[in-house]
C-alpha cells in the first residue's frame, strides 16, 4: 500500500469529541513503510490519555482489518506532546506574555495584499460571535486598514482615566483599528520602530476586558508587524488566506515560513474567491449550454453550477504541502461585495446565505483546530 492510501483510510477516524478526522486536523505527521511493518508518527497536544489511547485503538483496528501489515507501530512525539502545534511545526512559542481576560487570540493573516483577508477576518469575527462567545476583533493593518469600512465604523475610540484606549462596542464585538486613530483616508507613512511602538501599545494599552476569541486582522507580508506580534504575544495559532492561483499560493508558502521560524503554529489556510457560482431557473424547459458545456437541470428548471475563473484546488494542494488542514473555500459572491461595501458583513446582513453558512462551518473548524 502507498503512503496516500493509507492516509485515505485515517480519514475514518475522527478525534474523540469532534466531527473531524484525525488527518484533517494535521495529527498525522509521517507515515513509513518497510515490507509488512507500518510506522504512524502522531503529533496531539494536550495530556488527554484517554483519547490518546482510543485513537490508537481505532487507528490498530482499523489498519487490521483493511490492510496486508504484519506489524503496526504507532508513536507519539513526546517533545511535542503538549506544545500546541499542528502536525509537522515547530513547537509554540511561550511568548513573554499574555493578554489578561483573553482566552484565544487568533491571527487572520496573507502573503500578499487584495485576496480578502480583512473581509474574511470580519465575517469570521462575526461568525464566532454568532456561536455566543465574547469576540474582539483587532486591525493591525497599520498601512490600510480596512476594518473601518468593512463595519461601517466613522468614530474615535475615548480614552479611561488610565490613559488606556476603550475599544469600540459594535455588532456586539469590542473593535479596534489604526483606521480610527489615523483616519482611514490618511496615507500612513511610518518606519519600523515606529511601527512596533504602535503595535504594541495596541496590544497593552487597549482594555478589551473578558473576551473569547481576539481576531487579528494583520498587515500582508511578513513584515515588522508580524515580528513584532509572535515576538510579544501569545498567540493560538495563524490563519492564512489566499486565493487559488499561483502567485497568491507562491506567498502561502513564505507566510507559513515565517510562522513557523518564530515558533506560531499555522492553523490552516483558506481560499478566498474559490470559484464562482451560478444559480437560475429555465421556465420553458430548454436546455442550457455554458461555453459548450450541458447544465444538468433539477426538476423544476433551477440549476447551480460552478466555475473556476481561476483554478481548481490550489488552496486544498497547499494545505495539504503544509501539512494543515484545509478550513474552508469561499467562492466570488456579488452579495459579499455588496454587503462588504455597505458597512454591513455578509454574516451580519444575511446570516441564513450560502456564504454566511460558509464562514460559520470555517469559524466551527478554527474552533476545533484552537481546542484539539
Not at 478525534?15 to 488527518?23: E, T
Not at 505527521?29 to 507500518?38: A, P
Not at 495559532?237 to 518564530?262: E, H, N, S, Y
Amino acid at each position: 500500500m502507498k503512503k496516500e492510501e493509507i492516509l485515505n483510510l485515517l480519514k475514518k477516524i475522527s478525534y474523540p469529541g469532534f466531527s473531524r478526522d484525525i488527518v484533517s486536523f494535521g495529527m498525522v505527521s509521517d507515515i513509513q513503510i518497510e515490507e509488512s511493518k507500518l510506522k504512524i508518527n502522531l503529533k496531539i497536544k494536550g495530556d488527554n490519555e484517554e483519547k490518546k489511547d482510543k485513537v490508537i485503538s481505532e487507528i490498530n483496528s482499523l489498519l487490521e482489518n483493511e490492510t496486508p501489515f504484519d506489524e503496526v507501530k504507532i508513536i507519539f512525539d513526546k517533545s511535542d506532546s503538549n506544545s500546541g502545534q499542528i502536525a509537522g511545526q515547530e513547537p509554540v512559542s511561550q511568548g513573554p506574555s499574555t493578554l489578561a481576560g483573553i482566552k484565544h487570540i487568533v491571527a487572520v493573516s496573507s502573503g500578499k495584499g487584495g485576496v480578502g483577508k480583512s473581509t474574511v477576518a470580519a465575517n469570521l469575527a462575526l461568525s464566532i460571535r454568532n456561536m455566543g462567545l465574547k469576540v474582539g476583533l483587532l486591525d493591525l493593518d497599520i498601512y490600510g486598514p480596512s476594518l473601518p469600512m468593512i463595519l461601517g465604523i466613522d468614530e474615535q475610540p475615548e480614552l479611561n482615566n488610565d490613559r488606556k484606549l476603550i475599544p469600540l462596542e459594535h455588532l456586539d464585538m469590542k473593535v479596534m483599528s489604526f483606521g480610527f486613530i489615523s483616519g482611514n483616508q490618511s496615507p500612513t507613512i511610518w518606519r519600523g520602530p515606529l511601527v512596533a511602538r504602535m503595535t504594541e501599545q495596541f496590544f497593552y494599552d487597549v482594555v478589551w476586558g473578558e473576551l473569547d476569541y481576539l481576531i487579528l486582522d494583520l498587515p500582508p507580508g511578513t513584515g515588522d508587524i508580524q515580528l513584532t506580534l509572535t515576538q510579544k504575544l501569545k498567540m493560538d495559532g495563524a490563519l492564512i488566506v489566499t486565493t487559488p492561483q499561483d502567485i497568491a499560493l507562491a506567498d502561502v508558502q513564505k507566510g507559513a515560513d515565517m510562522f513557523r521560524k518564530v515558533k506560531t503554529p499555522v492553523l490552516g489556510v483558506i481560499e478566498n474567491m474559490s470559484g464562482l457560482f451560478l444559480e437560475g431557473k429555465l421556465l420553458d424547459g430548454s436546455d442550457l449550454s455554458i461555453e459548450g458545456h450541458k447544465v444538468s437541470l433539477r426538476e423544476d428548471g433551477s440549476f447551480t453550477i460552478r466555475m473556476d475563473l481561476f483554478k481548481n484546488g490550489g488552496g486544498k494542494t497547499e494545505s495539504e504541502r503544509l501539512g494543515v488542514p484545509l478550513l474552508g473555500q469561499i467562492p466570488i459572491s456579488q452579495d459579499i461585495m455588496e454587503t462588504t461595501d455597505s458597512g454591513k458583513p455578509i454574516v451580519e446582513l444575511h446570516p441564513d446565505s450560502h456564504p454566511s453558512k460558509l464562514y460559520k462551518e470555517i469559524a466551527e473548524n478554527v474552533i476545533d483546530q484552537v481546542n484539539v
